[in-house]
């Protein structure tokens, strides 16, 4: 008998396999249709630009959204400690960069504002000296560490602090008194002052005046520290007045509050 030759017949097929390992086996499966659709050249250009049109649109739309602080009742945008603190709310509409420069330090050309620093610093090292050199009792110490009127701590007020905890401390304040000298013109309406309040503002300007008159003249030691001396009263008495504020309606009327 001759030998038969069996051609057998070969074709590419799609394959799957559901696991790895003994027992797998290869299940054909159906190839997809890769017949392309042939589109229009004028309809892709005008698909095209109408993608690039939305795309335009939505670029526009997050840095609108970016740039302008704006109220929303979804969770899922606002933090929660945006929602406690009600930001959010306080802030609508305004632009964040420029909210966020309020409390910059001063600009070599805001000679104003830099009196107000080093007053404030003055003023802060005065206290701590008073304290050290135990000018006050022990007594005043103990009302000054509790934040309720009227009332004692159970500790004494402790300034022997290092250098960096006292500049950190100084530093929130030094914002605050920047911020409102910055703010208390404009028509941002962050905050309501009271007359107090205004009226200690006027008086730190006016001392702030004085002090930026008499600084190309030769002054005697005792005329600078006089001078220095009312500027650094004026800025205490503003700090106290920024503090004493009640609230009737809402806690943001208070400029201390930002």
Not at 43 to 52: A, N, P, S
Not at 62 to 81: C, F, G, H, L, P
Not at 208 to 222: F, S
Not at 225 to 232: A, R
Request: glycine fraction near 4%.
């Amino acid at each position: 008998m001759g030998r038969r030759t069996i051609q057998v017949e070969w074709k590419v097929v799609w394959c799957q396999q559901f696991f790895t390992g003994v027992g797998r086996h290869f299940f054909e499966v159906r190839q997809t249709n890769q017949q392309t659709i042939q589109i229009p050249a004028d309809t892709t250009t005008r698909l095209l630009q109408l993608v690039h049109r939305q795309l335009d649109q939505k670029e526009k739309i997050i840095e609108e959204k970016r740039q302008a602080i704006r109220d929303s009742n979804d969770s899922t945008e606002v933090s929660s400690w945006l929602d406690r603190t009600q930001w959010i709310r306080h802030l609508e509409g305004q632009d964040k960069a420029t909210i966020a420069k309020l409390i910059n330090s001063a600009r070599e050309e805001e000679l104003e504002l830099q009196y107000v620093e080093k007053s404030l610093e003055r003023l802060v090292e005065k206290a701590r000296q008073t304290i050290l050199q135990k000018k006050i009792s022990t007594f005043v110490l103990h009302r000054i560490q509790n934040f309720h009127a009227g009332k004692d701590s159970h500790k004494p007020f402790h300034v022997n602090l290092g250098i960096e905890t006292i500049e950190r401390y100084q530093r929130v304040w030094s914002k605050l008194l920047i911020y409102v000298f910055r703010t208390a013109e404009s028509d941002t309406r962050l905050y309501q002052l009271t007359e107090d309040q205004r009226q200690r503002i006027t008086d730190m300007q006016l001392a702030i005046d004085r002090a930026i008159q008499y600084k190309e003249e030769d002054l005697e030691e005792a005329e600078e520290e006089l001078i220095n001396g009312e500027l650094d009263w004026c800025c205490l008495q503003l700090g106290i007045a920024l503090l004493d504020h009640q609230l009737d309606h809402d806690e943001y009327e208070s400029a201390v509050i930002f």
